[in-house]
């Protein structure tokens, strides 16, 4: 399956999704990666593999919409079976969802419906869960509300500060991503309202 990669960041769950990638048997080829930033890490690892890439700026545009169709156009170019978005912070419009329906996925560093937004494993602290983790999902018009494909939990243990269990949900989620798209890749998904199903 041709999958694209949105982020905005160092992209730790891109470098886990092109190490998986380097074995044909897993499924996936990342056939591009985009940004909404120019000098992600995430952008170098991939141009250091020949992965054409490319960035949308909002500031860039005149406005919201006319981001949200710009990048719609970058990832359609690129013929995608599947678009994830491996810490992408933004959140995309009417033009790309309608594009992309079912087949744009996110991963959150919470149990949702617990936790959505910018600070799920802070709150996550504050509220004294004690269990945490991550949630792969598809995206719809909601934030952090879509169709949860899988999930992953990960305890909190007592001395934990925001950094230690950020790190841990981190491990939990790579692993989880990499597993559950190449799942997606392989057998083909299917969703009916709230529920995905591997298998087409
Ligand atoms: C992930 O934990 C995601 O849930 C959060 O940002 C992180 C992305 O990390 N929103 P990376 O850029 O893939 O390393």
Not at 63 to 68: F, I, L, M, V
Not at 133 to 139: E, S, Y
Not at 145 to 163: N, S, Y
């Amino acid at each position: 399956a041709r999958v694209v990669v949105l982020l905005s960041g160092g992209g730790s769950n891109l470098a886990a999704l092109l190490a998986a990638a380097e074995e044909p048997a897993y499924g996936v080829q990342v056939v591009g990666v985009g940004a909404d930033r120019p000098g992600t890490g995430g952008a170098a690892m991939a141009q250091e593999r020949d992965i054409p890439t490319f960035v949308e700026v909002v500031k860039d545009h005149a406005s919201r919409e006319a981001w949200d169709a710009a990048l719609t156009d970058q990832v359609a170019a690129h013929a995608p079976d599947l678009v994830v978005s491996a810490g992408f912070l933004k959140l995309v419009g009417a033009t790309f969802l309608a594009r992309f329906e079912g087949r744009y996925l996110n991963t959150h560093n919470s149990l949702l419906p617990a936790f959505p937004g910018m600070r799920a494993p802070a709150d996550a602290l504050v509220h004294g869960v004690k269990v945490a983790g991550a949630t792969l999902f598809v995206v719809d018009a909601g934030v952090d509300a879509g169709p949860i494909v899988a999930q992953v939990a990960v305890p909190v243990l007592d001395d934990d500060d925001v950094e230690t269990l950020t790190e841990r949900i981190k491990v939990a989620e790579r692993a989880q991503l990499v597993d559950a798209v190449g799942r997606l890749a392989r057998e083909g998904w299917t969703v009916d309202g709230r529920h995905v199903r591997f298998g087409a």
